[in-house]
């Protein structure tokens, strides 16, 4: 599995499958932002509005992504052309 802080979507595109057992793994937003190459606060915004991965709400203020919704989301979220979005 690629280190939690490296960015998915950089060089050629390709999403890792992970080992199974990092899959339910859970991230702080700091982490989530670096996986997907978002900030931490374009991911709050996109979380406000709807647009976020599913997150995991510990408490009032701990927000926690679980890597297999981060991987999912990235893969959706994959275009080829503009036209596809």
């Known amino acids: ?3 939690p802080t490296t960015n998915l979507l950089s060089g050629d ?3 890792p499958d992970p080992d199974p057992a990092d899959l339910t793994r859970l991230l702080r937003p700091r982490e989530a932002g670096r996986l997907l ?6 991911l709050a915004a996109r979380r406000s509005r ?3 991965p599913p997150f995991v709400r510990l408490g ?3 927000i926690r992504y679980q890597l297999a ?3 999912r ?3 959706a979220n994959k275009h080829v052309s503009t ?3």
Do not use: C, H, W, Y
């Open 83 to 85: 036209r596809d979005t």
């Open 60 to 62: 009032p203020k701990a």
């Open 13 to 15: 595109g390709v999403i």
């Open 37 to 42: 190459g978002l900030s931490e606060g374009a």
């Open 50 to 52: 709807g647009q976020a």
């Open 69 to 71: 919704d981060l991987l």
């Open 1 to 3: 599995m690629a280190n």
């Open 73 to 75: 989301f990235a893969r």
